[in-house]
């Protein structure tokens, strides 16, 4: 029998992974934000300025920070997206197999540390009057590398203290970090994006690494190493520490970390990552262009647009906490994904054509694209990827849920490179083929899991001995499917 007092402690615990992993994603995402603020000062519309040219100078760019201030300035700034992009998505097929190896601790506190020097060292560069592109490119690289210690290691962290049958809704709630960060770093950047833009990154640099000292003091990675602690102190036993029937028993023996190659055969792991490549393809030229896309096409001014664009992460934080419940209930966590993604390609179409028409119908079709385009995407990165790194196929190996939580956000974030790059290349022909990309892109990301959705379905159809009506809904779906 276990107390009510000890019982507390297992539940106070959980609760305080769950609060502290939100808070470090929200500032790696709070750190990723700037770069998207400070481009307008990077290179502005000098003409419109009140202030004085030095030298009387006829130079349209004198008020541009070099190298920025030259005409192609648009690929510059691409260039700096992808080299963190593309450090990003090849750094996370590597980083989920030393958070295997490493505790988990030290990895995720040593990455945001270091994620916090190379976001201060973009900033520096104004205070150091630095205007060579390679040393942008450089500092780009670097964090893209270091910041993929951080979703590989909370994912495992939240997928060890929580059990399969509630992943689904608690993680949806908690995937809201990456908006709420996303918010927090616009806040913070836009204080001093036009007195002194470096302390616009030099801050949240600060934040951020003071989130990593916090987590190497507080942060239990697992119930396991609670329980250590416990027996460390003589205080409490396992089984008066917390309910043990909550979780697993660990094996006598502990298993080896899973190999790259053993973590690609667990199944569903390779059809949810290249659905999370397409997925994300279409999250992430919403993040880079919609803005723009609202500016050009609804006429909005600028501040304007970047308010109105944030609807679409309110969408999102709704879509993951929906997807989230509906495939915790169903136990589908492909068919949710495949439904929303089906649901989203048409109104996508909507939206580029109707979604204009006022400012009614802009914040309606916002908020209803952002949740069917990353319900899906928050859904797969989080409770998809906790339940694939704790396949039963594994026979017990926690040691796999880094490493497929590597892979899946790693294949992703390789759409999240390509879909600004071809949205760039593609807008000049209009923004309708833009669309048309990204409706196109939806429709892969479901037919990549056409096969899990039909092995779902196939198996509502042996489920008899559960409730009536849940029953009898699966088994219309198995007719009508199978």
Not at 184 to 211: E, H, Q, R, T, Y
Request: glycine share 10%; hydrophobic share 45%; aromatic share 12%.
């Amino acid at each position: 029998m276990v107390s009510r007092k000890t019982f507390s402690l297992g539940g106070w615990y959980r609760g305080l992974t769950l609060v502290l992993t939100f808070v470090f994603y929200a500032s790696f995402h709070l750190s990723r934000k700037p770069i998207s603020i400070v481009k307008s000062e990077l290179h502005t519309n000098c003409s419109s300025l009140e202030k004085i040219p030095p030298n009387d100078t006829n130079s349209t760019t004198w008020c541009d920070w070099a190298p920025f201030d030259q005409a192609n300035y648009n690929e510059l700034f691409g260039a700096l997206d992808n080299a963190f992009l593309v450090a990003y998505a090849i750094g996370m097929f590597i980083s989920g197999i030393f958070g295997e190896r490493l505790p988990l601790r030290y990895y995720l506190s040593g990455g945001m540390v270091l994620s916090g020097l190379f976001t201060s060292l973009f900033g520096l560069a104004y205070f150091w009057e630095i205007h060579v592109l390679w040393y942008y490119i450089i500092i780009q690289i670097c964090n893209g590398l270091v910041q993929t210690t951080g979703w590989p290691s909370v994912v495992t962290c939240v997928g060890n203290w929580f059990g399969k049958g509630k992943r689904g809704l608690i993680m949806g709630i908690w995937n809201s970090h990456t908006s709420v960060g996303n918010i927090l770093g616009s806040l913070i950047a836009g204080v001093w994006v036009s007195s002194a833009w470096g302390l616009s990154f030099i801050v949240p640099g600060i934040i951020i690494a003071i989130m990593g000292i916090v987590c190497f003091l507080f942060l239990v990675e697992c119930e396991c190493e609670l329980v250590t602690l416990s027996a460390d102190d003589g205080s409490c036993s396992r089984e008066n520490t917390i309910d043990s029937s909550e979780y697993p028993k660990e094996p006598a023996e502990q298993p080896g970390a899973i190999s790259f190659l053993g973590a690609l055969r667990i199944p569903g792991v390779v059809e949810f990552s290249l659905c999370l490549l397409f997925a994300k393809l279409v999250s992430y030229t919403f993040l880079y262009w919609l803005p723009l896309y609202i500016v050009n096409v609804a006429h909005f001014s600028a501040k304007e647009a970047g308010d109105l664009s944030t609807l679409f992460d309110v969408g999102g934080i709704l879509g993951g906490i929906l997807a989230g419940l509906i495939s915790d209930y169903t136990d589908g966590r492909a068919t949710t994904c495949c439904v929303m993604l089906i649901v989203a390609a048409p109104m996508l179409f909507l939206y580029n054509h109707v979604g204009q028409n006022g400012i009614g119908s802009s914040i309606a079709m916002l908020i209803v694209c952002g949740a069917l385009v990353n319900g899906p995407y928050a859904l797969i990165t989080t409770a998809v990827s906790a339940d694939l790194g704790t396949h039963e196929c594994l026979k017990g190996n926690a040691k796999a849920l880094s490493t497929v939580t590597a892979i899946i956000d790693g294949t992703g974030s390789v759409g999240a490179a390509l879909g600004p790059l071809l949205a760039g290349l593609i807008s000049p022909t209009g923004w309708n083929n833009v669309f048309y990309m990204l409706i196109t892109a939806d429709i892969l990301a479901c037919l990549f899991l056409s096969r899990v959705v039909y092995k779902e379905i196939k198996g509502w159809c042996g489920c008899y001995t559960r409730k009536r009506g849940y029953v009898l809904l699966k088994s219309q779906v198995c007719r009508v499917f199978l």
